[in-house]
């Protein structure tokens, strides 16, 4: 019923800036948090940032102030800005929204496919 697609992965240099994109479709009602998670190679996902529907924002320690999460709630689309990207970064980033669907009363959680972020020189 909805689908999440990410983009704009690659590889960048230590240092280097990505900006990662995530529309979401289908038949949504309303969208409610919508955030970005990554997982390193070897290791479990984990939270990168989230941000409400009114703009609130949460980042992992890790990015603060060199990640920027904002979104676009008329395209349903949610953006990362990833600023000095350090080794450390890199990982498969996936999109997560909670999405009311126009079929259900329900909030549930929604993922993309994942994008790979490679930062290495």
């Known amino acids: 019923q909805v689908q999440l697609d990410e983009s704009g992965g690659g590889l960048v240099q230590p240092g280097g800036s990505l900006r990662l994109s995530c529309a979401a479709s289908?038949?949504?009602?309303?969208?409610?948090?919508m955030g970005w998670y990554r997982q390193p190679p070897g290791k479990q996902r984990e939270l990168v940032a989230t941000?409400?529907?009114?703009?609130?924002?949460n980042y992992a320690d890790s990015v603060q102030g060199r990640f920027t999460i904002s979104r676009d709630n008329a395209k349903n689309m949610v953006y990362l800005q990833m600023n000095s990207l350090k080794p450390d970064d890199a990982a498969v980033y996936y999109c997560k929204a909670s999405v009311v669907v126009t079929t259900s009363p329900i909030r549930r959680d929604y993922w993309g496919q994942g994008t790979q972020v490679t930062v290495s020189s």
């Open positions: 941000i409400t529907d009114g703009g609130y924002t």
């Open positions: 289908g038949a949504i009602r309303r969208i409610s948090a």
